[in-house]
Nanobody, 124 residues
Framework: QVHLVETGGGSVETGGSLRLSCVAS????????MAWFRQAPGKEREGVAA???????SYADSMKARFTISRDNAKNTAYLQMTNLEPEDTAMYYC??????????????????WGQGTQVSVSS
């Protein structure tokens, strides 16, 4: 079993920044793909960014310029640095992980393990 815990969410004004963290514990296996997704009220979940254990990454086009994913494999931790936040970024942000995905991309159905989410709210 794998346990994911996200932290770092909060409330900021437009143009602000936040850094989310996701710590993975349990039997995560080697070569785990870790990713961030988000879901706003009334909207479908969407992928934000993903990063494989070898450092290869994938971003949603609309967020690539403002968001940066990174990870510390020794700490089983993934990060999402978000800058120049906009009200449209308001959502629950979820961490996902899986070591068996065919490719480390933003296809949510591929991920077996999910965190409980951390709320990001951006005011205008």
């Amino acid at each position: 079993q794998v346990h994911l815990v996200e932290t770092g969410g909060g409330s900021v004004e437009t143009g602000g920044s936040l850094r989310l963290s996701c710590v993975a514990s349990g039997n995560i296996g080697s070569g785990v793909c870790m990713a961030w997704f988000r879901q706003a009220p009334g909207k479908e979940r969407e992928g934000v960014a993903a990063m494989d254990a070898d450092g290869s990454w994938s971003y949603a086009d609309s967020m690539k310029a403002r968001f940066t994913i990174s990870r510390d494999n020794a700490k089983n931790t993934a990060y999402l640095q978000m800058t120049n936040l906009e009200p449209e970024d308001t959502a629950m942000y979820y961490c996902a992980a899986d070591s068996t995905v065919p490719l480390c991309t933003l296809i949510s159905v591929d991920f077996a393990y999910w965190g409980q989410g951390t709320q990001v709210s951006v005011s205008s």
